[in-house]
């Protein structure tokens, strides 16, 4: 018996711009502190097809 499947997705369907994660270093040649923020998630759509036989 032959099956086929299919689906569909969407990452951050509202567009959602907050960064998805940030945390702070203290750099310990010149004790400067720093902050880096991570990009946010664009929107993503895509499919998926499988076929098993």
């Known amino acids: 018996?032959?099956?086929?499947?299919?689906?569909?997705?969407v990452k951050n369907v509202t567009n959602d711009d907050t960064s998805l994660n940030g945390f702070r270093s203290l750099d310990p040649a010149t004790f400067r502190r720093m902050t880096v923020d991570f990009l946010p998630r664009l929107r993503q759509y895509g499919a998926t097809v499988g076929y098993s036989f």
């Open 1 to 9: 018996m032959c099956a086929a499947t299919r689906t569909a997705f």
